[in-house]
């Protein structure tokens, strides 16, 4: 049986990228703390992505920091090879690239059977018909809306055209798999993507901001989205713009 994951309707993950890797334990507790949903780790091997960047020790080294949902975000060429260890760190949400993974289906599928949610994740120049037939499997999809591989990124405008059709896929075959964005989510940026149809937004350059408290910068994307996700959803006109800006 799946691990239940409770959180709101609208959830924010920081992601660790931008964290203070001196700190990562502190820095954890802090969004945690701040009111965060998920935490948001990414892991690079320097072969999919330029960028290597943290491993399942790591991982498990954190774990005692908090209860919430690790949402681990594998952009590695061999992710097969490493959802066990990664699950053995405690994983909740393990998600794989659909651009390097030949046997899509197989990976999911030994995601589940680990008891862990499985996700899957696509670039910003892969098409959607790249997961079309995996949607129904999945827990999650993750759109990444900058280049993989480095914080700080810019957020694709393109991409919020992208982040709509991908909803209404999910919408159209009544399917429940969260729809997550990754890449240059700010407090401008984040209602707008919600109402493009994005449910987890993965924040990072944001959130650990040097000039301002982690609290600060959690609480001014929260703010953005109205104070809660019932009143951002129930009122779109409010947000009927859909631009980067």
Known sequence: MLKMINSPQIKLAPSLLSADFGRLGEQVAEVVKAGSDWIHIDVMDGHFVPAITIGAPVVKALRPWTDLPFDVHLMVTEAETQIPQFAAAGADIITVHAEVCPHLHRAVESIKQLNIRAGVALNPGSPLALVDDILPFVDLVLLMTVDPGCGGQIFIPQMMAKISR??????????????????????????????????????????????????????????????????LLNHPEKFDEISPG
């Not at 700010?186 to 408290?213: C, H, N, W």
């Not at 001014?220 to 989205?225: E, F, M, Q, R």
Request: charged letters at 30%; glycine letters at 10%.
């Open 166 to 231: 991908l909803r209404h896929k999910l919408d159209e075959k009544g399917l429940r798999a969260e729809l997550e964005v990754d890449g240059g989510i700010t407090a401008p940026i984040a209602p707008k993507v919600v109402q493009a149809g994005a449910r987890v937004l993965v924040a990072g350059a944001a959130i650990f901001d040097a000039e301002k408290s982690i609290k600060e910068t959690v609480h001014h994307i929260k703010n953005s989205l109205e104070n809660g996700p019932n009143r």
